[in-house]
């Protein structure tokens, strides 16, 4: 059987266009067309083709190119244009929280096509990507056609009408290509043009003197006020163009004005970025500062289709532009990501400014970090049998996660005012002062080696902090459970926990899956020390703390000025610590609530863990297979709770970097190379320069 041949819609959609159909109607007619136009979005020209059969079907029907011309008409008076080219992709709302609240009304809520907004019908009409393509490839004659069509609505913007006393070898044709004597008046779309350059001027000129952005500008760009020549500029535009008989010169010098403001407004707008350096990032400011440079862009966009050479060209690249500002503009994941991202940077920055103090360069700095390391270790060990302890206590599993967690931050805020450290929480801070060093490093043969320079120093320096670690919590949670056993004549834990504490962290366990979720919750604090410190610099809470007169009634001026500095200098690490303690004190009571199987595993913890329940089993334990099994699950714990930790971080530096021309390739085999021909750099502090020289000392 022959198949039937599918009909073309064309002809019904337009037997049903009707000018005088309801406000709804008539939205949906070309909401149909442009999906007509669409097609399987699998062919930018079949796209381009379809619009082609579109004008010639109106242009072989006199009545339908009537009807068409009078539907444009009136969508013209019921919808205002001006909304859609001047505010469409900028949030009504400034602040951040309230604009994802939006988009996410925009995801779970229809729209409906019965609305007078020229944006939400705009964003109903032309919704894909595949919209913008084909719109930015349509060619000049095909515009020239869909002007014709429109007129009057969308004239011919390329007669000029020089005035007599201007030589026209004077006049640049490129720039006021736009300007038209058209009946002593502007066409209509050119009216439309001028009042959205009007209405987004207005809204640039009430954000550049928003107090969070005014007082963060330099002091050259609150001289300059160059939003308020942004504004002075636009109304002598409207002046000259809607002057009866505009004169090209005056047009011309106007356009100078408003560009020149407009490049004054972004350099503004760039000192605050400067002005972030200093004293933090603030995400409901970089979301204002982000729109406020996109309405910079917009102003010039609209210039250009009322003042180029070519306007129904721009104009149609324009309408691309918005299509996928308008995609842009309902993505949750662009708002975070757009964002987010210069807060992510600080955070970067000043996480490697720490980090620098983790990596180890010689064998002086090699063995401080050991000693550290073991100081750590001697915490850890206290941490330990405290952990213990509060297995005793018969309380709810929260409490219980509760006081674990407060055991954890305590001890590791001691390690940190002792200046100790602990191995596992040095990756997080490590990582974005490596992706600091490979942006710094370039795609060169010596920036290369300077790079893997680097990475030796920092896998030693990780090295020695686990192994003073280990090495030092493991005898000293041995020491101290025989102490105990001896003076009260019962183990630290009884023989059944023992078996428990080994068999939980045994190899052939899920212990190593614990502890790259483990990795994952050091990095997560990291995130928040660097988020936390932002936070404080950027409200001056040490300035608060130093010159706030009820603080300096309360400490003296002296103590206030000392809690100032320590804070500043501290802020970071408390932050890191505690989140990170009451992480691994509650997450796995709430994940077990959830009837979720995580669990933590930290090496240091993990060693002091694996002494006590040996000290419980005595001499018996080194022939128990499980005992062993454990021991040899450390040196992975530890692995996984330093490498997923750094991945992440280095992931995140590397984003915050902009570090994106160097070849990853050369850098691997160059590391490959180094672990090959000198495998001990990574272990021990040789030298790593070159080779001295016979003869030379």
């Not at 297979?625 to 280095?650: E, Q, R, T």
Request: net charge positive.
């Amino acid at each position: 059987m022959f198949r039937k041949k599918k009909q073309d819609p064309l002809p019904q959609l337009l037997a049903g266009l009707n000018p005088d159909a309801p406000l709804a109607e008539r939205n949906l007619w070309i909401i149909e067309i442009f999906a007509w136009i669409r097609g399987q979005q699998n062919s930018v020209d079949a796209a381009l083709a379809r619009v082609s059969q579109l004008l010639d079907a109106i242009d072989a029907d006199a009545a339908l190119r009537e009807k068409v011309q009078r539907w444009w008409a009136v969508q013209l008076q019921t919808i205002d244009l001006t909304a859609l080219l001047a505010d469409f992709g900028f949030a009504p709302r400034t602040a951040f929280f309230n604009e994802m609240a939006e988009r996410l009304r925009w995801k779970l809520l229809p729209s409906t096509p019965e609305t007078i907004d020229a944006t939400v019908l705009f964003s109903m009409a032309l919704h894909t990507p595949f919209d913008a393509q084909w719109l930015k490839a349509m060619d000049k004659p095909l515009l020239e056609r869909i002007a014709q069509l429109l007129s009057p609505g969308f004239v011919s913007l390329e007669v000029m009408v020089v005035p007599t006393q201007i030589a026209q070898s004077d006049v640049d044709a490129g720039s006021i290509a736009g300007l038209e004597h058209y009946g002593n008046r502007l066409s209509p779309w050119q009216h439309l043009v001028l009042n959205a350059i009007t209405y987004c001027a207005g809204q640039i000129l009430a954000a550049g003197f928003a107090p969070e952005l005014r007082l963060r500008m330099s002091g050259s760009a609150k001289n300059t006020q160059p939003f308020y020549s942004l504004i002075s500029g636009v109304e002598e535009l409207r002046r000259a163009m809607l002057h009866p008989s505009p004169k090209a010169a005056e047009v011309l010098e106007a356009e100078e004005t408003v560009r020149r403001s407009l490049d004054e407004c972004r350099a503004a707008v760039a000192s605050i970025y400067e002005h972030f350096e200093d004293n933090g990032v603030s995400v409901g400011v970089v979301f204002r500062l982000r729109q406020l440079r996109m309405r910079i862009l917009r102003v010039r966009e609209l210039l250009d289709c009322l003042l180029s050479a070519n306007p129904k060209v721009i104009t149609a690249k324009l309408l691309a532009h918005l299509v996928a500002v308008g995609l842009e503009r309902q993505s949750i994941r662009a708002l975070i990501s757009s964002n987010s991202s210069l807060l992510a940077s600080k955070v970067a920055e000043r996480s490697a400014e720490t980090g620098e103090h983790y990596i180890t360069r010689d064998k002086r700095e090699y063995a401080q970090m050991a000693r550290k390391a073991a100081g750590g270790g001697l915490v850890m060990a206290f941490t330990t049998l405290i952990k213990f302890s509060l297995h005793a206590i018969a309380i709810s599993a929260f409490w219980a996660g509760f006081l674990a967690g407060i055991n954890y931050a305590i001890s590791f805020v001691l390690i940190q005012l002792l200046h100790f450290t602990v191995a596992t929480k040095q990756p997080a801070m490590t990582a974005p002062a490596m992706a600091a060093k490979l942006k710094e490093s370039g795609d060169t043969e010596a920036g290369i080696a300077s790079f893997v320079d680097e990475v030796s120093y920092l896998v030693r320096s990780q090295v020695a902090a686990v192994l003073g670690n280990v090495f030092t919590v493991f005898p000293m949670v041995l020491l101290l459970t025989w102490g105990w056993a001896r003076a009260t004549g019962a183990p630290f834990i009884d023989q059944h926990e023992a078996e428990q504490t080994l068999k939980s962290l045994s190899l052939w366990g899920p212990s190593v899956f614990y502890a790259a979720f483990t990795g994952v919750l050091l990095f997560s604090s990291s995130i928040i020390a660097g988020w936390t410190e932002n936070w404080f610099v950027l409200h001056h809470m040490d300035s608060a703390i130093r010159y706030n007169p009820r603080i300096t009634r309360f400490l003296g001026k002296a103590r206030a000025a000392r809690w100032a500095a320590f804070m500043r200098r501290n802020i970071s690490g408390f932050a890191s610590n505690i989140s990170l303690g009451f992480m691994l004190g509650l997450i796995p009571v709430v994940a077990q609530f959830f009837g979720l199987p995580l669990d933590i595993r930290h090496v240091t913890l993990a060693a002091g863990q694996i002494a006590a329940a040996a000290t419980s089993m005595g001499l018996g334990v080194l022939h128990f297979h499980g005992f062993w099994f454990c021991v040899a699950a450390l040196p992975l714990l530890g692995g996984f709770n330093i490498l997923v930790s750094f991945y992440l971080a280095f992931r995140l530096a590397l984003r915050a970097q902009n570090v994106s021309n160097v070849e990853r390739s050369h850098i691997y085999k160059a590391l490959i190379k180094r672990v090959l021909t000198r495998p001990l750099s990574f272990l021990l502090p040789l030298r790593l320069g070159r080779h001295t020289p016979p003869g030379e000392h």
